[in-house]
C-alpha cells in the first residue's frame, strides 16, 4: 500500500507560482511513476503532468506546458509540481497518483493506469 498526501494548494492571484507536494509513505515513490491530475467543478479528472519511473521521462498536458514543472526529491520520498504562471482555469483539485506497475521510460497518462491516489489539495486562481 502506499499513502499519497498533497500539500501545497491554496488561493494565488493570476500569474502567482505555488508548488504542490505529494508526500508518500508505505513505498519508495522513486520505484513508480507519478502523475499530477486535476479536477475542475464540472469537469472530468485529467492528466496535468506526470513523471515517470526514471524520473528522466516527464509528461505534460498541452495545457501546462511551459508553465508547470513536476519534479522528484527521492531523499524525501516526496514529488512535487511547481506551477508557475497560473491562470484561472488553473482553479481544481489537484490529486497526485502512484502506478504500482513495473512502467520504466513510460509514463501512464490515463486515469486508470494509476493504481494509489491522495485525497487532492485545491487550487484557486483568481482574476
Known amino acids: 500500500q502506499v499513502q499519497l498526501v498533497e500539500s501545497g494548494g491554496g488561493l494565488v492571484q493570476a500569474g502567482g507560482s505555488l508548488r504542490l507536494s505529494c508526500a508518500a509513505s508505505?513505498?519508495?515513490?522513486?520505484?513508480?511513476?507519478v502523475g499530477w491530475f486535476r479536477q475542475a467543478p464540472g469537469k472530468e479528472r485529467s492528466v496535468a503532468a506526470g513523471i515517470g519511473r526514471s524520473g528522466g521521462s516527464v509528461y505534460y498536458a498541452d495545457s501546462v506546458k511551459g508553465r508547470f514543472s513536476i519534479s522528484r526529491d527521492n531523499a524525501k520520498n516526496t514529488v512535487y509540481l511547481e506551477m508557475n504562471s497560473l491562470k484561472p482555469e488553473d482553479t481544481a483539485v489537484y490529486y497526485c497518483?502512484?502506478?504500482?506497475?513495473?512502467?520504466?521510460?513510460?509514463?501512464?497518462?490515463?486515469?486508470?493506469?494509476?493504481?494509489?491516489w491522495g485525497k487532492g489539495t485545491q487550487v484557486n486562481v483568481s482574476s
Open positions: 508505505g513505498r519508495t515513490l522513486s520505484d513508480y511513476a
Open positions: 497518483a502512484v502506478a504500482a506497475r513495473p512502467y520504466t521510460i513510460y509514463v501512464p497518462v490515463a486515469q486508470d493506469e494509476y493504481d494509489y
